[in-house]
DNA sequence: CGCGATTCTTACCTGCAGGTGAGTCCCCCA
DNA sequence: TGGGGGACTCACCTGCAGGTAAGAATCGCG
């Protein structure tokens, strides 16, 4: 659920509850394509851990934040992150 | 240094201490092949999670077990999988 | 002498993840 | 009336992760 070459960068930018709309988040990541960007989102969304809201305005208006439970996902990475600076001089 | 369909499959059978030869873990993991293994055990030993011992036999033998810092990844591996177990019924 | 065990190597192939560029739909506003 | 902003969607292409199969080096043993 959390391969690829995207999903960890989106998810670290919603951490904190932080909620970004699609431009955002394209601006956020610039190296990455729309078709990857939404391709990921849907992903990650289908998995249960972001939220999508359209907001039905004009113009379209699309906002992306993390569910509880991926949210719930960060200090597990945090874990991860930790153990990524221990390491010794490889 | 995770990523691929093999990495987390061979830590898993070498968390706990376990020290096991390569011919252990062809058998412990059917369904790599035997490029495969080697493959990512180079990467893994390249990357400091694991240590490669040459026993000097006929016929050789070489065992592989984790490096500290490879076992002290456990944990944080923990940590992602109850954060998986804790999924709400997507 | 030739076979088998063990660990690794090499060559080749396939499928899919990911990249690129263009097109679409919708409505407001100048 | 058409241009522009926003969020996609589509068709196509490329490169690499991963799969398959065979070969190679070593020595002990029947």
Redesign the interface.
Known sequence: ?L?GKWKLVILFHLFGGRVLRFSELERAIPAISQKMLIQQLRQLE???IVRRIVHPEVPPRVEYRLTD?GQ??C??LD??L???E???D?
Chains 1, 2 share one sequence.
Do not use: H
Request: proline letters at 11%; glycine letters at 6%; charged letters at 20%.
């Open positions: 659920m391969e289908s998995d249960g439970w719930s996902l200090p597990a874990a991860l930790q153990w990524a221990r390491r010794p490889a």
